[in-house]
T-cell receptor
Framework: AQKVTQAQTEISVVEKEDVTLDCVYE???????LFWYKQPPSGELVFLIR??????QNEISGRYSWNFQKSTSSFNFTITASQVVDSAVYFC??????????????FGTGTLLAVQP | SQTIHQWPATLVQPVGSPLSLECTVE??????LYWYRQAAGRGLQLLFY??????ISSEVPQNLSASRPQDRQFILSSKKLLLSDSGFYLC????????????FGEGSRLTVL
């Protein structure tokens, strides 16, 4: 069975601090995809990144970076120099390759990040 | 560009009343469509998905049903709401044939009293 665990329920940091959000996943599939979404107070989920299981290169996008390690089944997300606007709930998600018919995402329970000014 | 809208944004309903939440996608054709529910505690649970008109797959047995009367329209319904149906409902779409990201609507917050 597929599962995504985000052990950190809530994290509070002061602006400009770096923060890492942890994500651990379980799957028996050899081809799978990992995602991160941001949910601001407005409620809409905003897509941040998609990573396939064959690409273990780390990715950086501005202040955001992602570390994918298959050996530990982790896909961690780091925000550098956090800002108040980063305050949101962040979700990690997993999907398996079903031949392209559909794309069912399994979500973790989310991590609430509060950035204090 | 593609957009997704769902309504109503907020709904307060008594127990036993019917429910209809609607979602429409614009700017794309033949999308996969999904309904997720986010209960208190934040986890998102997949309720239904659809790969085409009239094709509905249910992930969790429950008091709800879904329909897809048109290619870009997805409706979530209930004949009689339960207290446990309260939550934040999110509609999403993805490109068919591509295991890519889901794009979510603004969400509908349902409170059953």
């Amino acid at each position: 069975a597929q599962k995504v665990t985000q052990a950190q329920t809530e994290i509070s940091v002061v602006e400009k601090e770096d923060v890492t959000l942890d994500c651990v996943y379980e799957t028996r599939d050899t081809t799978y995809y990992l995602f991160w979404y941001k949910q601001p107070p407005s409620g809409e989920l905003v897509f941040l990144i998609r990573r396939n299981s064959f690409d273990e290169q780390n990715e950086i996008s501005g202040r955001y970076s992602w570390n994918f390690q298959k050996s530990t089944s982790s896909f961690n997300f780091t925000i550098t120099a956090s800002q108040v606007v980063d305050s949101a709930v962040y979700f990690c998600a997993l999907s398996a390759y079903y031949g392209g018919a559909t794309n069912k995402l399994i979500f973790g329970t989310g991590t609430l990040l509060a950035v204090q000014p | 560009s593609q957009t997704i809208h769902q309504w109503p944004a907020t709904l307060v309903q008594p127990v036993g009343s019917p429910l209809s939440l609607e979602c429409t996608v614009e700017g794309t054709s033949n999308p996969n469509l999904y309904w997720y529910r986010q209960a208190a505690g934040r986890g998102l649970q997949l309720l239904f998905y659809s790969v085409g008109i009239g094709q509905i797959s249910s992930e969790v047995p429950q008091n709800l049903s879904a329909s897809r009367p048109q290619d870009r329209q997805f409706i979530l319904s209930s004949k009689k709401l339960l207290l446990s149906d309260s939550g934040f409902y999110l509609c999403a779409w993805s490109v068919r044939g591509y295991t890519g990201e889901l794009f979510f609507g603004e969400g509908s917050r349902l409170t059953v009293l």
